[in-house]
Every structure is written in C-alpha cells, then in structure tokens.
C-alpha cells in the first residue's frame, strides 16, 4: 500500500482543521484529500456508495479497500509517523469498542464541535 | 605516596576500566542490532554505533571525573577500601542505568523501523474500483 484517499466532509470546521493537521504530518504512507461526494470522488471510484461518503470519514487505499467510520481514522493514524504506535494500541480488542464509540461520537456531533468557540477560532 | 592518593589512583583505574569494558560490550553487541535497525546499512550502523560509544565515554567519564573527591582524609586501609566501595559503587550504578538506556534507545530505534513494514492495523469494510490515472 503506497497511498491512501481520505474522502471528507469539506462543510465541516473540524474536518478542516484535522487535514490542515495532518498535512503538516510526516507521513509513512502518502495521504490524498477529496471532498466527499464531489465529482473527483465520483470519477476515482465509480462504484463506491457516495451518499455513505456524507455520513462519515471514508478512506480508499490505492489498491481499492475501503475503510469507513472509526476505521478510516485508525487507518489516517497508522498513516503518520508519529502515530502508527496509537493505530496499532487503539486497534487491539480491549480498546477497540471505546475506539469505536468515541469516533463515532465525534463524528456524528462534527458540526456542533466544530460550532465550539475553541475551534472555530482554530479553523478560521 | 599517601594512601589518599592511592584509593584515587585505584578508584580511577577501577572505574576507567569499568567503562572501557560496559562501552566495548555495548559496542560489539549492539552493532547487531543496528544493522537490523538500518535494514543492513552497514556503514551506517558503525557510524551511529560509534557515535552512540563516544557519547556513552563523554558521559561516564565525566562522570567518574566529577565524583572523584572524597571530601575527607583516608588514613587507614581500612577506610580507603570503603571510599573506594562507595565510589566504585556509584560508578557501577551509573553505567548499568546509562547501559540500560542505551538498550532502551536501541529497541526503540528497532521498533519504530520494524513498524514502518507492518500492515494496517484495521481490515477494509469492502472493496472498490479504482479509477486509474491517464
């Protein structure tokens, strides 16, 4: 695997700011952006369900495996140098569920936290 | 030649030998290790090797330079020997906590290296086309 596609929300202040973040990252594996549902995303992978692109971070590895909610980021942080160590420890059986419930909770609330004084001032 | 003079003269010896042994045990074993680290870079692995022996002398012998003073005068034999055991002592304490963090510093090195080859910790939900680059 040699570079990964992060479809993501380009609506939301969070989303923003985590791939400014991430861009700033050294990385392992490269990592693309595309906003989700656009016509590029719609053009590299006709196939894909592009409405459940919009509920949640979705992730395509270039050799078509797709990753989707809580797994897309595990994926995003094995992604980084610094990182790679988290993805494995949140990945193990005993932190998974938590890893799970706390993404989705994240995510499912992106506009409200992105709505927060604290971030919004980080995201303009 | 007092005996104050002699406990520092033996306590130098003891612990100059103490170093140059730990470092070349460190040298001679940890080089394996190194030339997994760099994915058989040879030339690399000696060089940081070498570096990793200069920085563990420069430590430990300031060290053992620093802590020379006795404070108070030895007069009998007796007392030598337990100055030399308090000296000797702290020195061995010294280079097994710098010798213990060089085999920290070394498997991290192994670790994050041997991480860069390890596939992703997640299976993918499912499979797509992939549409390819003119």
């Known amino acids: 695997m040699f570079s ?4 993501y929300d380009p609506e939301c202040g969070l989303c923003r700011r985590a791939h400014e973040w991430l861009a700033e990252q050294a990385k392992i594996v490269d ?3 595309v906003p989700c549902a656009s016509d590029e995303a719609r053009r590299r992978y006709p196939q894909l369900n592009h409405d459940l692109t919009k509920k949640d971070l979705t992730l395509v590895s270039d050799d078509g495996g797709v990753y989707f909610g809580p797994k897309a980021w595990l994926m995003v942080l094995w992604s980084l140098v610094r990182y790679r160590e988290w993805a494995y420890r949140l990945a193990t059986p005993e ?3 938590t890893t799970k419930r ?23 | 030649m007092t005996i104050g003079i002699t406990t520092y003269l033996i306590y130098l010896a003891v612990s100059i030998a103490l170093t140059i042994w730990v470092a070349r045990t460190l040298h001679k074993n940890g080089r394996v290790f190194l030339v997994d680290v760099f994915h058989g870079n040879e030339a690399l692995a000696d060089s940081v090797n070498h570096l ?4 563990f002398y420069l430590i430990n012998f300031g060290y053992v330079t620093l802590a020379l003073k006795l404070g108070y005068v030895v007069t009998t034999a007796e007392q030598s020997i337990e100055a030399l055991s308090v000296k000797v ?3 061995l304490l010294v ?3 710098m010798h213990f963090f060089n ?3 070394f498997s991290r090195m192994r670790r994050r290296s041997v991480q860069h080859t390890q596939p992703p910790p997640v299976a993918p939900d499912a499979f797509t086309a992939v549409h390819q680059e003119a």
């Open chain 2, 52 to 55: 990793l022996v200069v920085g």
């Open chain 1, 31 to 33: 990592l693309h952006f």
């Open chain 1, 4 to 7: 990964l596609t992060v479809l």
């Open chain 2, 89 to 91: 002592g702290m020195v």
């Open chain 1, 102 to 124: 706390v993404v989705s909770m994240i995510s499912q609330n992106r506009y409200q936290i992105s709505r927060v004084p604290v971030v919004n001032r980080l995201t303009r």
């Open chain 1, 95 to 97: 932190l998974l569920p």
């Open chain 2, 95 to 97: 280079l097994g906590g």
């Open chain 2, 103 to 105: 085999l920290f510093i």
